[in-house]
């Protein structure tokens, strides 16, 4: 038996007046998901527990089966696990993001989070400017992936608190600033950043008008300890992703993490390298997560048209190819389709609805509702609950 999870990050949504009150999946062409679905048990679930933040990192930790109440230390040090940082005990990791934030003095305003998705080899020649200046014997910067970085705190204090930028979108940013014991530090390296992306721009005339202000630090954490995937499940597996936190869970988690060139974890991304990798690794394994981060990103852009694409390349080259591989090349397999959180256009952050999920046996080609269409509103006219998300991998798996 193979199984395949395809986890739509951020796709679920709220109805909008500028789609007669429809949400963005609701109005995206879905046949293959909706042919699907006809033949599946759908239901809702929730991945995000009750007192913890929505965000990929509770919820895709909740995906892969690790209850995130017990497992969950934080996000950076997650995608610190990708990127090969070796942490220790007394280490503090933060995401590093660069961002773009406009305006003067006390009237600064978050504009965009991930500075224009900046690509990756722009982006390390600006933290490769920084890093002479901020490195020291207390902080260490990493380069990351587009503007997604990390910076070690050594023996770092833990409980400042933080803000994600994509929650602050549009908002004036001096509330929302590193605050607790020992945050000046940081808030005078995100200030000494800022005056050294002048420069490098400055020094730079290609890159004079770049979209990055700033950086940002937020998602704290310790190096979490998690049981292997394989000794809970008794099976071995890989994941497929553009973003180090995913990567990171599946190194922690002791999956194959298989990188695909031209993966951006956006529109241009590679689904076809992303569906061949997947379906290559069921020769060796039985199971295999594939991560689209699309839907979150253009969630968080409040971009309803660019969801809506990011939605139908998710249906026709992702659910539609996979499904197609799997027919003809095993008799026995699975399919599981699910978000995380849902990212809505109109929020432009992450909230905490129950999402739509459905799992498809190509043993039981069987449902447990009427419904003839994948979206939200079908998804909760089934009796199917789940209250603690990470026990839908165990259903899947079952």
Known sequence: MKFVLIQADGMPDRPLKELGNRTPLEAAITPFMDSLVQNSIMGTVNHIPEGMDSGSDVGNLSILGYDPKEFFTGRSPLEAESIGINLKPTDISYRCNLVRISGKEKDRFMEDHSAGHIESKVSKEIIDFLK???????FELHHGVSYRHILVWKNGLSKI??????????????QFLPRGEGAEKLQELMSKARQLIMDFKDKTPEYKYLDCSDIWLWGQGVRPQIPSFKSINGIGGSVISAVDLIKGIGKLAGLDVLNVEGATGYLDTNYKGKVDAAIQSLKKYDFTMIHIEAPDETGHEGDYKKKIQAINDLDSKVIGEVVHRLKAEYKEYKVCVVSDHPTPVELRTHSYEF????IYDSRNEKSNHDEVLFNEKSALKSDVRINDGHELLKIFLA
Not at 132 to 138: G, H, I, K, S, W
Not at 161 to 168: N, R, S, V, W
Not at 355 to 358: H, K
């Open 355 to 358: 999402v739509p999920f459905m």
């Open 161 to 174: 608190q933080t803000t994600p930028p994509h929650d602050i979108l549009e908002k004036n940013i001096m």
């Open 132 to 138: 002479p200046e901020l490195d020291n014997d207390e």
